[in-house]
């Protein structure tokens, strides 16, 4: 079974980068498209983007200055960098698995809660 | 981008009731919806895909409906473990985008 495992600091200071890791396991990360989705206390859901296993991104236009997606296959990982982060950027991210036809999110991680806070 | 409009934001509901959520999207989507339950703490989990496809492993008791702009999620017969928040996501056009949830809570 497929299994997603989101790493990375969970405290970032204002104006500086959030990078997080999303580690598979459980099965190959090339041929899917791979999602990063956030989630504010109390809020719904944000999705930010994705990327390709042949690194080909699509970007959330709200975010899409400050974003930068890769992945690494041979790690079987693909990361998420943010940049200039605020107080608005405190979430929980999950990332996720698209399905192959229709795109539905078919498997999650089960989420960081980082926090943007000196 | 495309707007999903879920309704109601939320209900209160018994045991053994029957539900129903919509979502209404902005633009004709075709059948790209899917449905996610999510409950506190935990990522969502998918429910239904491709609007009425029901994703392996999940109760018979959800279905899902629709085309076009207007989609349906149901649950025939509400059980305890079923409270949770739900919320209906396009993958038509990027960016995605996901209604703002409902949340099912115990009358």
């Known amino acids: 079974q497929v299994q997603l495992q989101e790493s990375g600091p969970g405290l970032v200071k204002p104006s500086e980068t959030l990078s997080l890791t999303c580690t598979v396991s459980?099965?190959?990360?090339?041929?899917?498209?791979w999602s990063w989705i956030r989630q504010p206390a109390g809020k719904g859901l944000e999705w930010i983007g994705r990327?390709?296993?042949?690194?080909?991104?699509n970007y959330n236009p709200s975010l899409k200055s400050r974003l930068t997606m890769s992945v690494d296959t041979s790690k079987n990982q693909f990361s998420l960098k943010l940049s200039s982060v605020t107080a608005a950027d405190t979430a929980v991210y999950y990332c996720?698995?698209?399905?192959?036809?229709?795109?539905?999110?078919?498997?999650w991680g089960q989420g960081t809660l980082v926090t943007v806070s000196s | 981008d495309i707007q999903m409009t879920q309704s109601p934001s939320s209900l209160s509901a018994s045991v053994g009731d029957r539900v129903t959520i919509t979502c209404r999207a902005s633009?004709?989507?075709?059948?790209?919806v899917h449905w996610y339950q999510q409950k506190p703490g935990k990522a969502p989990k998918l429910l239904i895909y491709?609007?009425?496809s029901l994703q392996s492993g999940v109760p018979s008791r959800f279905s899902g409906s629709g085309s076009g702009t207007d989609f349906t999620l149901t649950i025939s017969s509400l059980q305890p473990e079923d409270f949770a928040s739900y919320y209906c996501?396009?993958?038509?056009?990027?960016?995605?985008?996901f209604g703002q949830g409902t949340k099912v809570e115990i009358k």
């Open positions: 633009q004709s989507i075709s059948n790209f």
């Open positions: 996501q396009q993958s038509y056009s990027t960016p995605r985008t």
């Open positions: 491709a609007a009425s």
């Open positions: 996720a698995r698209a399905g192959t036809v229709t795109r539905e999110l078919d498997h």
């Open positions: 990327i390709y296993t042949s690194g080909s991104t």
């Open positions: 459980g099965g190959s990360i090339s041929g899917y498209y």
